[in-house]
């Protein structure tokens, strides 16, 4: 995924969450709407999506067996979603929390 456009990698991301269960999809969406929100303030609480990629991917996207180079892999596409989660999961994503998104 490293070397295609944004916009292959936000297809490529959508085929996959297509593949999953309902459930499932919208509680990553819940998640990645709050790390993507979190990230937006970051001016005030200092976490921007490269810094929530790293804290979070380990939780997220997690193997015992994962190497160092898989897990800044996991980081990336984490930071990469946190960055583009309205193009992922659609610009309705912000009602997901009311009228003001801004926690």
Known sequence: MEKSSDRQKIEKIKRLLDQLPRANVVLIRYVFLVLS??????????????????????SIIWHPSASR????????????????????FGGHVTALFGESSGI
Do not use: Y
């Open 37 to 58: 929100n979190i990230a937006e303030l970051s001016a005030a609480n200092e976490m921007d999506a490269l810094h929530l990629g790293v804290c979070m991917a380990p």
């Open 69 to 88: 180079e898989e897990m800044t892999s996991a980081e990336k596409l984490v930071e990469f979603v946190i960055k583009n989660c309205r193009n992922i």
